[in-house]
């Protein structure tokens, strides 16, 4: 389902900044009920980390014809990275 009120609220390449407003934004959020999605392409196993950390239940899938694995299949994120 799609809003059509929805709208980028930051685009960046810096990671840090991408994590910290997303955080305040769902500090700020009354989330009950609601699904959030967003796309990210983690370069870095660093960068992988401390995004599994801010949120660590979230649902994700690996891209890339030499990558496979997901959340719903138990894989572990860190084992889909290019960089495995």
Do not use: I
């Amino acid at each position: 389902m799609s809003n059509s009120y929805a709208q980028a609220v930051l685009r960046t390449t810096n990671v840090a900044e991408a994590l910290r407003v997303a955080g305040r934004l769902l500090a700020l959020a009354d989330t009950g009920g609601l699904e959030v999605d967003f796309e990210a392409l983690v370069s870095t196993t660093r960068e992988l980390e401390r995004l599994t950390k801010v949120m660590p239940d979230a649902d994700w899938w690996s891209y890339g014809a030499d990558r496979h694995g997901s959340s719903r299949t138990g894989d572990s994120p860190s084992d889909c990275s290019r960089s495995s």
